[in-house]
Nanobody, 122 residues
Framework: QVQLVESGGGLVQAGGSLSLSCAAS????????GAWYRQAPGKQRELVAA???????IYADFVKGRFTISRDNAKNTLYLQMNSLKPEDTAAYYC????????????????WGQGTQVTVSS
């Protein structure tokens, strides 16, 4: 079975940093692309960042220059380093495996983790 376990969320002041991790089993980030999504209460889930099999990266405009996606294939773990956090970054963050099309579009597969909550105070 595919399992994705997110961790690293918490409460942080505006301007602070957090590092999120996604540990995978039943799938591998060396074979599949990976991505981070976020969803605030009552809001649509949105793509934050994605990384292709070859290491190419896609970032949403609202996180460019602040967040960095990476992976460690040996540990089968996906990471999201978040700097210069803003109150509007407050959301539940989820990881996912999928595929990158034409180096521009990320298409997720069916499995999601439980998410990790990030709360940024002003």
């Amino acid at each position: 079975q595919v399992q994705l376990v997110e961790s690293g969320g918490g409460l942080v002041q505006a301007g602070g940093s957090l590092s999120l991790s996604c540990a995978a089993s039943g799938t591998t980030f060396s074979i599949n692309a990976g991505a981070w999504y976020r969803q605030a209460p009552g809001k649509q889930r949105e793509l934050v960042a994605a990384i292709s099999r070859g290491g190419g990266k896609i970032y949403a405009d609202f996180v460019k220059g602040r967040f960095t996606i990476s992976r460690d294939n040996a540990k089968n773990t996906l990471y999201l380093q978040m700097n210069s956090l803003k109150p509007e970054d407050t959301a539940a963050y989820y990881c996912n495996t999928g595929t990158v099309l034409s180096g521009t579009y990320y298409r997720p597969y069916a499995y999601w983790g439980q998410g990790t909550q990030v709360t940024v105070s002003s």
